[in-house]
């Protein structure tokens, strides 16, 4: 008869699951400030180390208040360039006159929407 196979214990898989959460943030190809609190945290905890917030840069935290104002400034955004758009595919008229309006006018749009953005 086969003996029983000996389950991990809670401890083991909690330390293996900080390292692999460790090893994930590290290895991203675009680190930001958030991954690398991550791999600190997880770090701190493989280590057996309280959390000390001062010991960790932090990731910025964004209010809901920034988050709505930033979706509002992208949905106006979308309806703008949406415009701009419905202008110039219906009006590709095979006029080069019309055309090279229609052309300026898309162009303004995306130039205010950089402006916008920067």
């Not at 309280?50 to 979706?71: D, F, G, I, R």
């Not at 509002?72 to 701009?84: C, E, G, K, P, V």
Request: proline content about 4%; aromatic content about 2%.
């Amino acid at each position: 008869m086969n003996a029983p196979i000996p389950l991990p214990s809670t401890a083991e898989i909690l330390q293996d699951a900080l390292d692999h959460i460790r090893r994930t943030a590290r290895a991203s190809t675009t680190q930001t400030r958030r991954l690398r609190w991550i791999a600190s945290r997880a770090e701190a905890a493989l280590q057996g180390r309280p959390y000390v917030a001062a010991e960790h840069e932090l990731p910025k935290m964004v209010s809901e208040a920034v988050l709505q104002a930033k979706n509002h400034q992208l949905r106006l955004a979308n309806a703008r360039l949406r415009t701009a758009l419905a202008q110039v595919a219906g009006g590709a008229t095979g006029h080069l006159d019309r055309d090279a309006e229609l052309a300026e006018i898309a162009q303004a749009a995306l130039d205010a929407e950089r402006e916008v953005r920067a």
